[in-house]
């Protein structure tokens, strides 16, 4: 479904990412980790452009997406994106902000955009926030409209980007439970995540990186029980003892 062959980032005299070799399967759950700095959001914010690299190649369904005709909005239309900061539209409902897509990029009529958001909704949990402005909504809720909003597209991947450093520690669980359901339903996910925990019980496979390059990538077992690396070993030791 994804990927990186030989990926390279500067900002300025900075090198984010060196050589980065990365593919993600159709229906895989990879979980990126690692220490603040080490390129895991710049990495995963390269899939839709949001960062542009300056040497190798990504590609997405098969889909070059540094092609020269490549229509970019297309290519963001079938990546589901989930940010930090959940970054609702403030003026607009619970159900405006999962329709703005449905109406504005795939022209459905409102009365089906809002039929759709309510079933998204209904499938985050909140069918009775859907008229609900983001401030009058938790941080948990603002964060499982965004999901919601992502997956209004049908897009065939979502990457999440620290989906749940923003929250409060009580509100974590209920949007890692619903990223729990979308990977048992087979979706194609990318998380950058510091939930340890979320790593071990749901990624098919974890990828841990340090000062822009991949040092290790395993199943959940091996990497927590028998890490390789020596920097993977001081990570997990620090997490461990915090």
Same mark, same amino acid.
């Given at each position: 479904?994804?990927?990186?062959?030989?990926?390279?980032?500067?900002?300025?005299?900075?090198?984010?990412?060196?050589?980065?070799?990365?593919?993600?399967?159709?229906?895989?759950?990879?979980?990126?980790?690692?220490?603040?700095?080490?390129?895991?959001?710049?990495?995963?914010?390269?899939?839709?452009?949001?960062?542009?690299?300056?040497?190798?190649?990504?590609?997405?369904?098969?889909?070059?997406?540094? %092609?020269?005709?490549?229509? $970019?909005?297309?290519?963001?239309?079938? @990546?589901? =994106?989930?940010?930090?900061?959940?970054? +609702?539209? !403030?003026?607009?409902?619970?159900?405006?902000?999962?329709?703005?897509?449905?109406?504005?990029?795939?022209?459905?009529?409102?009365?089906?955009?809002?039929?759709?958001?309510?079933?998204?909704?209904?499938?985050?949990?909140?069918?009775?926030?859907?008229?609900?402005?983001?401030?009058?909504?938790?941080?948990?809720?603002?964060?499982?409209? %965004?999901?919601?909003?992502? $997956?209004?597209?049908?897009?065939?991947? @979502?990457? =999440?980007?620290?989906?749940?450093?923003? +929250?409060? !520690?009580?509100?974590?669980?209920?949007?890692?439970?619903?990223?729990?359901?979308?990977?048992?339903?087979?979706?194609?996910?990318?998380?950058?995540?510091?939930?340890?925990?979320?790593?071990?019980?749901?990624?098919?496979?974890?990828?841990?990186?340090?000062?822009?390059?991949?040092?290790?990538?395993?199943?959940?077992?091996?990497?927590?029980?028998?890490?390789?690396?020596?920097?993977?070993?001081?990570?997990?030791?620090?997490?461990?003892?915090?």
């Amino acid at each position: 479904m994804i990927k990186f062959e030989k990926v390279n980032k500067w900002y300025g005299e900075h090198h984010v990412l060196h050589d980065v070799d990365l593919t993600i399967g159709k229906g895989e759950v990879v979980v990126i980790c690692g220490p603040s700095g080490s390129g895991k959001s710049t990495l995963i914010r390269t899939v839709n452009r949001l960062e542009e690299i300056q040497k190798g190649s990504i590609t997405v369904d098969g889909q070059d997406i540094h %092609a020269k005709k490549l229509n $970019l909005n297309q290519l963001r239309q079938r @990546i589901g =994106f989930v940010f930090q900061q959940f970054n +609702l539209f !403030p003026h607009m409902s619970a159900a405006e902000n999962i329709m703005y897509s449905l109406v504005y990029v795939q022209k459905q009529n409102k009365q089906d955009a809002r039929k759709q958001a309510e079933q998204l909704l209904q499938r985050v949990g909140l069918a009775h926030k859907a008229d609900a402005f983001p401030g009058a909504l938790s941080g948990g809720q603002q964060q499982r409209v %965004a999901i919601a909003r992502a $997956l209004a597209l049908k897009p065939p991947v @979502i990457l =999440f980007d620290e989906p749940t450093s923003a +929250l409060d !520690p009580e509100m974590v669980g209920e949007v890692l439970q619903v990223m729990k359901t979308l990977a048992s339903e087979g979706m194609t996910m990318v998380c950058v995540t510091h939930e340890m925990g979320f790593a071990r019980d749901v990624a098919d496979r974890v990828v841990f990186m340090d000062a822009g390059h991949i040092v290790e990538i395993a199943k959940p077992e091996p990497f927590f029980s028998q890490p390789q690396h020596e920097r993977t070993k001081r990570f997990l030791a620090d997490i461990i003892r915090v």
